[in-house]
């Protein structure tokens, strides 16, 4: 129920970026998958793609304008305004990117592993757990040795430990 109350809603045309929970089967009002006491979730997250080169492209052309109309250059707060009026036509108009990060959670053994390649991207799957959930007691995970470093010394000795296998 919390996270079908904190469901995806699609980007607006005025917004950057919209996230939200989304089922992670595609099932509708499948929040949540449960198989052994193991759970799966979903956080969606859509956001407008609109580079800044472009932005300052359009808001250049029209300063260039105002320049020839008043016949001196435009002052800060007037190229800021520009800028925020191109932001807001352009924005309709930029492409959507759609990116879906999967989290599972082990109730009972305390873990919580999110599918994210970046610190930033776990961090956002937590921010938007804490405005569901309210509270939530989370520790990070300490190792005796990072990932990198045993790694880096089972590629050096080109011996891996047990279950483990160096490959090309």
Known sequence: QALASRAFRGCASNALQTAGWVPPRGHEGEWLISVQGQWLICL????????????????????????????????????????????????PRAFIRRRLTYVWIDPKGGWLVIDAGSA?????????????????PLRPLQT????????????????????????R
Not at 70 to 76: A, E, I, S, T, Y
Not at 129 to 136: A, E
């Open 44 to 91: 969606g997250v859509e956001q407008r793609l609109l580079p800044t080169s472009v932005v300052r492209q359009y808001a250049q052309e029209r300063l260039t304008e105002l320049e020839e109309q008043q016949g001196f250059r435009p002052g800060r707060r007037q190229v800021q305004e520009i800028r925020e009026a191109v932001t807001a036509e352009l924005l």
């Open 120 to 136: 930033a991207r776990a961090d956002e799957v937590i921010e938007h757990l804490k405005i569901t959930l309210g509270t939530l």
């Open 144 to 167: 005796q040795q990072s990932p990198t470093t045993a790694m880096t010394a089972w590629l050096a000795s080109g011996e891996a430990p047990a279950g483990f296998s160096i490959d």
